[in-house]
């Protein structure tokens, strides 16, 4: 079975920048690696209408439950079941730019307390039980925070799901600083994660630094 890994963090941390570059790597070092990002956004139905609600056509960020908005993307994954495992089993390495981590983060940020202890249990329980998707062997956490992760959304190119420059998520600086905070909880209280620091004394690190950081974390992995 293949070593299963995950990179996550806010928009703007650089997740498919490092998924790809993590991919070309492992490509380069002889490994069969294989990457899948999610949301897939033009391969499933669910994925479509994750681009709708982050255009905005169902409402506001507030608008609709965040219980509700999680199964469109637990749905995706569910609808992807058979790819995924098709790729697992034809794979050493398979690379996720952002999987369920994700959900949990996003729409874990829009409660607190109970409220958010409860919805990520729930998820979970969705997620891996009933829908049965496979667990990580790690996941990696980008850390940046939500003002400097505001400004690299701004100069990404045209995404195919929306024409606008920020997405509904990613115009709302408040709400990533709360996904940042939910994402670094999961970090803390799981040990098959590992956090990498985007910042150093002030300043981004280069694409290059943190990729040489995220394949030194997957050769340990493999070398179990």
Not at 70 to 96: H, N, P, W
Not at 117 to 133: A, D, K, L, R
């Amino acid at each position: 079975m293949a070593v299963l890994i995950a990179i996550e963090g806010i928009d703007g941390s650089g997740k498919g920048t490092q998924a790809a570059r993590l991919h070309e790597k492992c490509q380069a070092e002889g490994i069969n690696s294989s990457l899948i990002g999610f949301p897939r956004y033009s391969e499933t139905l669910f994925g479509k209408s994750i681009g709708d609600f982050l255009n905005g056509r169902f409402g506001a960020l507030d608008a609709v439950h965040p219980f509700l908005a999680s199964l469109l993307y637990a749905g995706d994954r569910f609808e992807s079941r058979g790819f995924i495992q098709k790729t697992i089993e034809d794979s050493e390495v398979v690379i996720f730019d952002r999987y369920i981590p994700s959900n949990i983060a996003h729409q874990g940020a829009k409660l607190s307390g109970d409220e958010r202890i409860e919805f990520i249990y729930w998820i979970e329980q969705i997620e891996y039980v009933i829908y049965q998707m496979p667990r990580l062997d790690q996941a990696i956490l980008l850390d940046l925070p939500a003002d400097y992760a505001q400004k690299m959304v701004a100069e990404k190119q045209a995404r195919s799901y929306t024409d606008q420059v920020t997405d509904l998520h990613e115009s709302d600086q408040s709400y990533l600083a709360q996904v940042r905070d939910v994402y670094l909880q999961l970090a803390e209280v799981n040990e098959h994660w590992d956090k990498i620091e985007c910042l150093q004394e002030g300043q981004q690190r280069s694409i290059d630094d943190i990729g040489t950081e995220i394949w030194s974390h997957l050769t340990r992995l493999l070398a179990r």
